[in-house]
């Protein structure tokens, strides 16, 4: 054990390096005792009306998220290609306000999965849309996997996940519900 005797005006201050350690590597232990970092998931099947084309097309509309989607604040498409898109986002809430980049990867019309690694606030962040047709419906498969640096954070979302997920996927319903009232062309982002 290294104890440092330090002298500032006429008082003495005894620091211990290894008391210090101690306290971080216990509370460390604690903590990752007590606190899941386990990948936070969601997934809901669900059938709806509308047509398969205009819910595709709301999902790769990313320059739009901004204005329905919770939390995201700012939406920008950066590239295109025929496979994939990539797109800057702004998420914003009462713990943080964070931009990452995200990966679209599509299969038209059936597949979208967005992804971002490594940002300041996730490990990591997948969300996967399937889309089936069906008579007079839609089957969409929307599944979230993430996990969160902060392992605080990482532990209030996995209260709070479920209300979350269905706050994201029923933004998407909405959004391409009203497109649908508009004369939207809705080949035009994959072209």
């Known amino acids: 054990m ?91 809430n009462i713990f943080f306000k964070e931009k990452y980049d995200s990966l679209i990867q599509f299969i038209y019309p059936t597949t979208i999965t967005v992804s971002s690694e490594d940002t300041n606030i996730f490990h990591h962040l997948i969300t996967e849309w399937i889309i089936k047709e069906k008579k007079n419906c839609i089957n969409i498969d929307f599944y979230i996997n993430f996990r969160l640096k902060n392992k605080i954070y990482q532990n209030f979302m996995n209260l709070y996940i479920k209300e979350l997920g269905k706050k994201i996927l029923y933004s998407f319903i909405n959004e391409s519900k009203s497109n649908s009232h508009k004369n939207t062309d809705v080949l035009h982002l994959i072209k």
């Open 2 to 92: 290294k104890i440092n005797i330090l002298k500032k005006g006429n008082k003495f201050y005894i620091t211990n390096n290894h008391f210090n350690y101690d306290i971080k590597r216990n509370f460390t232990i604690f903590q990752n005792s007590f606190i899941k970092t386990n990948d936070i998931i969601y997934r809901k099947n669900i059938d709806i009306v509308c047509a398969k084309d205009l819910f595709f097309y709301t999902i790769l509309n990313v320059d739009r998220y901004k204005y329905f989607l919770p939390y995201v604040t700012d939406s920008k498409i950066t590239e295109k290609n025929k496979e994939y898109f990539k797109a800057n986002l702004q998420i914003e």
